[in-house]
Structure formats: C-alpha cells, structure tokens
C-alpha cells in the first residue's frame, strides 16, 4: 500500500534541540529529509502558547476564533474552575474531516476526538499513547483500539508520563517504558500505512513531549543541570534517535510517491513556568491580599540553603508542607482536594480556591503561563473591586509582580505581561478567563524567589524541566517539492492549509492560515 502523504508531528520538536542532534549525527532521517525536502520555522501565538496548540493545529483557527484556550475553565458566578476534555470541533471541525472523497488514517493525535465514519473516511484512533489527549481510548471503528492493543500492546505512558526528577530509578523506568512504547508504535504506524492507499495518514509522537519535560535538566541549561547531569548520559538523545529510526521506517513503507511531512507546532525549553504559575504567583498575590503568608516565609536577602535533591514525594506534599497554621484555615489541601475527587489537586494554585473570596485578585491554575483574575464588582461573585477602579489596579498588580525576582540570582521573574481586555466588564466573546497573562522570564527558573516586603517563597521543589516556546518548524519532502528550499517563516494556523494543498484537499474558508509550499 502507499500513502499520499504521511504527517508526523513531533510533539514540542524544538528546532534547536532537533539541530543539536542532526549535527551529532544521531538523526539521519531527518537531517536526509531536510536536505531533500524544504524546510521552514514557525511560530506559535505567544499567549496561551501551551494548552491550546493541538486545536489550533486541527482547526486551523486560532483560540480567539474557536475560543479554546485550555481545559481549565473559570466559573466567575461561584469563584471555581473545572477541568474539561478537548475543543468540541463543531463550529470548527478537525482538518482530516473530509467526508467519502479522501481517505485518511488519523493515529494518536493529541486532544483529537472521533468524527465518526460519516467525516472521515478511514480510521481514526485516539488515546492510545499521546501525551495529554484529554480524553480515554477510541477508534473508528469502534474495535480497532482493542484490536490494536491486543496485537501490539498498549502505551505504558498513556496518562503516566511524570517521573520524580530526583530518584533516579523513575527516570530509569520512564525512559524504559518510553522505549517499549515506541516500538510498539513502530509495529502499529506500520501496520496501519499497509492498511490502505491513504490519501493521507497523520498522526504524532507524543513521547518527544514527555522526554523534554522530564529530562531537560540532563541534557540543557538549567540550574539542576550542573548538579544530576551525567557525563556519557543522554536520555533525550536515545529517544529521538529511535524515533529518527520509526520515521525512516515508516517512509520506505509508505512507498516513494508519498509526501513526508513532519512539523512541530511548539517547542521547549527550561522550565521558568510550572513552580512560577503553578505555586508562586498564587503565595504572591495572597500575601499581597491578606498581608500575611500561607507558605512559611522567609526575609528577604536571607541566603537561600543548596538545592535539595532528597524529595521523595509528589511536589504537592512537599509543597504542603509549607503551609502555615494560618494558611491552612484558608486553604484546602491536596488530601481534601482529592477526596473531593479535583482533578487540579496536585497545583499548590488551586488550593487557593478557598481563599479567592477576600482577594481583590488572584491566580487561576495554569499548566503554562501565569494568570491573574480581578475580582470585579458585577462581573465575578462577591466582586471586591469597583468597575472604575479596574486599569489603576492592573497597573498596580504588574508593577508588584516585577518587583519579585529569584532569590538565588536576583534575576526578575516577568518577561511580559498582557492586558486581556480594555475594561472590566468588557464581555466580547472568547476573552480569555485572566486579566492579565504574565509571560516568565528565564530568571523564573527557580525553586525560590523573593520579595523586598514580603520576603521570601520556597525553595520548593523542581517539578517538570521543560516548558513551552513558540518555537516550531514544518519539513516537506516528496514529489514536486525542490530539495535544500528555505520556507518563509510560518504560523501553526498554516499546517492545516498545507498538508490539505498537499493533499488536493479543499481548504476551508474560515481558514486564515496559508500553504507554506505555495509562498
């Protein structure tokens, strides 16, 4: 059998760290495709750069149109967020939905749901190994997932992909299971390109996510890096180098007359966000709200102890026990929070929850960038601050927040911040549920941090090492497509458009993307 074309994503592929590993000689396949195929960088939007990307790719819309911007949602009429699965796709459908004129194969896509043979004309698996697919196993037809994991087994990272950075034995164990996972994908992304001459077969390496999270340290810049890298350890290498290998396979089954494409629609790299928004900004603007502290404080200018790297529980326990007498008669523990079955139980954000109701701001949980909500009269429940008073607040909320900086370099935490809307009862839809998104800076890599006034957070542990860029690239090589080429850069809203053009596909006009091939 042959494929059309054959789109892989590689899930978080920063262009660097791929770069760094073709010049070492350990990605022949794709340095080979590159140099036969053309080749460009994109960019992802800089806000909410995480959380929604995998829609935006499907879609090809960006989250201001499909008002998607994450599975945490904020209840402004009770002070609370949920945790919900992937973007409907009904105002916009997944690009692969197609109907009976293409046939398309759609294999572990993250945050993909099933359209059902009705919309696509093939087969459709979701939720057999992809990094965060928001959604438990599926597969048109209904049978196939089982089929699949009775052949071939199933991923022993779907939904257990974190390890504990510090005991060495998990990182041992994740990279072992990782191993297995990929050749069991090898098996079965085979399998499937011989099924049938498919017009198109997409599908994504999630696993390239999971390494860098979890082994950034190992390999790159960051502060744990001169402290747990190993000379002659290269975890991140061993994975992508069998993944170089899965593709070169997967290309000479899908036969010469198939188009390659990989793309990664976002990168990665240290990690300045998980502790930052996930803890820090919370304690930040409690202690601003209610002058005291809720993680035991220290003064400023109080030198920070060496890292620690005996931390033998999850960050919410060690986090936990942080808290102060006084914090805990206001927040809510991990240990309740679960047994109230939160799904949000492991973020020291959410934990906050309790407390939002005598807060003129706080944070909103956050797998990415910080997020401040303001309390607003008429707008959120029990809203404490006036209408009028809004803008003079949000200036007084950035200005606090750059004021903290890392404890252990004196670097500041903030890179940027975005105003989300003009004024506070601004109802335009699809705003997103935060005033104000606070984009970290490289000093927020840190495990503590420090204010003149309110003294010092942390340490706390390290949790994931990597985190998002905007950073992707798009490759081509097939028929038609002239070798060495440089590609303007592009945006994710263009993948879409150019794998449709790729394969004669009509390309929808909602569609403000454009054919990266054709430019």
Same mark, same amino acid.
């Given at each position: 059998m042959t494929a059309k074309v054959v789109a892989l994503c590689l899930d978080s592929g920063e262009p660097w760290v791929l770069d760094h590993y073709i010049e070492k000689g350990r990605l022949p396949n794709i340095a080979r495709l590159r140099k036969e195929g053309a080749y460009g960088l994109t960019q992802n939007e800089k806000w909410y750069k995480a959380e929604p990307t995998y829609t935006t790719v499907m879609t090809g819309v960006w989250p201001s149109d499909s008002g998607y911007r994450g599975r945490i949602v904020y209840h402004p009429e009770h002070l609370d967020v949920q945790e919900y699965g992937?973007?409907?796709?009904?105002?916009?459908?997944?690009?692969? @939905?197609? *109907?009976? /004129?293409?046939?398309?194969?759609?294999?572990?896509?993250?945050?993909?749901? &099933?359209?059902?043979? $009705? !919309?696509?004309?093939?087969?459709?698996?979701?939720?057999?190994?992809?990094?965060?697919?928001?959604?438990?196993?599926?597969?048109?037809?209904?049978?196939?997932?089982?089929?699949?994991?009775?052949?071939?087994?199933?991923?022993?990272?779907?939904?257990?992909?974190?390890?504990?950075?510090?005991?060495?034995?998990?990182?041992?164990?994740?990279?072992?299971?990782?191993?297995?996972?990929?050749?069991?994908?090898?098996?079965?992304?085979?399998?499937?390109?011989?099924?049938?001459?498919?017009?198109?077969?997409?599908?994504?390496?999630?696993?390239?996510?999971?390494?860098?999270?979890?082994?950034?340290?190992?390999?790159?810049?960051?502060?744990?890096?001169?402290?747990?890298? @190993?000379? *002659?350890? /290269?975890?991140?290498?061993?994975?992508?180098?069998?993944?170089?290998?899965? &593709?070169?396979?997967? $290309? !000479?089954?899908?036969?010469?007359?198939?188009?390659?494409?990989?793309?990664?629609?976002?990168?990665?790299e240290a990690n300045r966000a998980d502790i930052c928004s996930g803890a820090f900004l919370a304690e930040m603007l409690y202690r601003w709200s209610y002058n005291e502290a809720a993680l035991a404080p220290s003064p400023a200018g109080t030198p920070p102890p060496p890292y620690r790297f005996d931390y033998p529980r999850h960050l919410k326990y060690e986090v936990w026990d942080l808290v102060t007498p006084e914090g805990r008669k206001r927040l809510t523990s991990p240990i309740d929070q679960l047994q109230m079955g939160l799904s949000l139980n492991w973020q020291p954000t959410n934990w906050y929850k309790t407390a939002w109701g005598g807060m003129r701001a706080f944070a909103l949980p956050s797998y990415s960038d910080g997020y401040i909500r303001v309390s607003v009269k008429g707008r959120d429940e029990g809203g404490l601050v006036d209408p009028e008073d809004y803008n003079a607040l949000l200036d007084e909320l950035e200005t606090y927040i750059r004021e903290w900086r890392c404890a252990r370099t004196g670097r500041p935490l903030v890179e940027e911040t975005l105003r989300t809307r003009k004024t506070a009862l601004d109802n335009t839809p699809n705003l997103p549920d935060a005033d104000i998104v606070i984009s970290w800076a490289k000093g927020a890599a840190t495990d503590i941090v420090e204010h003149d006034k309110y003294g010092q957070i942390g340490p706390v542990p390290f949790f994931r090492l990597g985190d998002h860029t905007t950073n992707g690239f798009i490759l081509a090589k097939g028929p038609g497509i002239e070798g060495g080429r440089e590609l303007s850069e592009g945006t994710t809203i263009d993948f879409a458009p150019t794998i449709l053009s790729l394969m004669g596909a009509p390309v929808p006009g909602y569609m403000k993307g454009r054919d990266l091939l054709a430019s």
């Amino acid at each position: 059998m042959t494929a059309k074309v054959v789109a892989l994503c590689l899930d978080s592929g920063e262009p660097w760290v791929l770069d760094h590993y073709i010049e070492k000689g350990r990605l022949p396949n794709i340095a080979r495709l590159r140099k036969e195929g053309a080749y460009g960088l994109t960019q992802n939007e800089k806000w909410y750069k995480a959380e929604p990307t995998y829609t935006t790719v499907m879609t090809g819309v960006w989250p201001s149109d499909s008002g998607y911007r994450g599975r945490i949602v904020y209840h402004p009429e009770h002070l609370d967020v949920q945790e919900y699965g992937t973007y409907d796709f009904q105002e916009f459908p997944m690009f692969w @939905e197609l *109907g009976k /004129d293409f046939k398309v194969c759609a294999f572990d896509f993250p945050q993909a749901e &099933i359209a059902g043979p $009705e !919309k696509v004309n093939g087969i459709e698996v979701v939720a057999w190994g992809a990094h965060t697919p928001r959604r438990g196993p599926g597969s048109t037809p209904e049978g196939l997932i089982d089929e699949l994991k009775q052949t071939f087994g199933p991923h022993p990272n779907l939904h257990h992909d974190n390890n504990n950075i510090y005991i060495d034995k998990d990182a041992l164990q994740l990279k072992e299971e990782l191993t297995i996972g990929l050749e069991r994908r090898r098996q079965i992304m085979l399998d499937l390109v011989a099924r049938e001459d498919w017009d198109m077969l997409i599908s994504a390496f999630g696993e390239v996510h999971i390494i860098l999270h979890q082994f950034w340290h190992l390999v790159f810049d960051h502060p744990l890096h001169e402290h747990m890298a @190993e000379d *002659g350890r /290269d975890d991140i290498g061993d994975i992508l180098e069998q993944i170089d290998d899965i &593709i070169g396979d997967v $290309e !000479k089954a899908a036969g010469d007359k198939a188009t390659m494409v990989l793309f990664a629609a976002h990168g990665m790299e240290a990690n300045r966000a998980d502790i930052c928004s996930g803890a820090f900004l919370a304690e930040m603007l409690y202690r601003w709200s209610y002058n005291e502290a809720a993680l035991a404080p220290s003064p400023a200018g109080t030198p920070p102890p060496p890292y620690r790297f005996d931390y033998p529980r999850h960050l919410k326990y060690e986090v936990w026990d942080l808290v102060t007498p006084e914090g805990r008669k206001r927040l809510t523990s991990p240990i309740d929070q679960l047994q109230m079955g939160l799904s949000l139980n492991w973020q020291p954000t959410n934990w906050y929850k309790t407390a939002w109701g005598g807060m003129r701001a706080f944070a909103l949980p956050s797998y990415s960038d910080g997020y401040i909500r303001v309390s607003v009269k008429g707008r959120d429940e029990g809203g404490l601050v006036d209408p009028e008073d809004y803008n003079a607040l949000l200036d007084e909320l950035e200005t606090y927040i750059r004021e903290w900086r890392c404890a252990r370099t004196g670097r500041p935490l903030v890179e940027e911040t975005l105003r989300t809307r003009k004024t506070a009862l601004d109802n335009t839809p699809n705003l997103p549920d935060a005033d104000i998104v606070i984009s970290w800076a490289k000093g927020a890599a840190t495990d503590i941090v420090e204010h003149d006034k309110y003294g010092q957070i942390g340490p706390v542990p390290f949790f994931r090492l990597g985190d998002h860029t905007t950073n992707g690239f798009i490759l081509a090589k097939g028929p038609g497509i002239e070798g060495g080429r440089e590609l303007s850069e592009g945006t994710t809203i263009d993948f879409a458009p150019t794998i449709l053009s790729l394969m004669g596909a009509p390309v929808p006009g909602y569609m403000k993307g454009r054919d990266l091939l054709a430019s």
